[in-house]
Antibody, heavy 120, light 111 residues
């Protein structure tokens, strides 16, 4: 059974870089033709797609975040990562990683999510 | 402002049927891209409820059904139960954004 788990600092200072990692277990990132994505949810608000990565390294970003976001993959560790630079309070959210069956498809399964708070 | 528009809230009595709409445009739903639905209880991870407009993953009761027409999609819940009270989100692909888009979410209240 495929499982995903986010990890990273829960508190980031304004203007600094948010860094999260998603570790995949129960299946190899490179063994299938899936994409791997990041989604976030500000407290009390809706879901926002951040971006996706294919195991070969092809990336796709939300245009509204593209200038600040980098997603990378490490197939040897079976994990993929998210970096958001120059964060502000508006980046405070629950960050989820998920498997994306196709760029136009659904997300499943999801990780448990990790809360990142941007505050000094 | 979400690319996909959902009503903020809907409600219904136990046993009734409710529908949640998801309205898009010619660059997403209207372009033929599939719509997917998620259910989220407070403090929990979104769960895939419907994929590919009308398909239910294993374990999802057949009380939940999805449909799509033109530039909109709908999630229908029949035989409403108290345990259905949750937030529901639609998701699709948008060609102008070259990525996934979510609706703003709909809170379902069971009266």
């Amino acid at each position: 059974q495929l499982q995903l788990q986010e990890s990273g600092p829960g508190l980031v200072k304004p203007s600094e870089t948010l860094s999260l990692t998603c570790t995949v277990s129960g299946g190899a990132i490179r063994s299938s033709s899936y994409y791997w994505g990041w989604i976030r949810q500000p407290p009390g608000k809706g879901l926002e797609w951040i971006g996706n990565i294919y195991y070969r390294g092809n990336t796709y970003y939300n245009p509204s975040l593209k200038s600040r976001v980098t997603i990378s993959v490490d197939t040897s560790k079976n994990e993929f990562s998210l970096k958001v630079k120059s964060v502000t309070a508006a980046d405070t959210a629950l960050y989820y990683c998920a498997r994306h069956f196709d760029l136009m498809a659904w997300f499943d399964p999801w990780g448990q999510g990790t809360l990142v708070t941007v505050s000094s | 402002q979400s690319v996909l528009t959902q009503p903020p809230s809907v409600s219904g009595a136990p046993g009734q049927r409710v529908t949640i709409s998801c309205t898009g445009s010619s660059s997403n739903i209207g372009a033929g891209y599939d719509v997917h639905w998620y259910q989220q209880f407070p403090g929990t991870v979104p769960k895939l409820l419907i994929y590919g407009n009308s398909n239910r993953p294993s374990g999802v009761p057949d009380r939940f059904s999805g449909s799509k027409s033109a530039t909109s999609a709908s999630l229908a819940i029949s035989g409403l139960q108290a345990e259905d009270e949750a937030d529901y989100y639609c998701q699709s692909y948008d060609s102008s954004l070259s990525g996934s888009v979510f609706g703003g979410g709909t809170k379902l209240t069971v009266l």
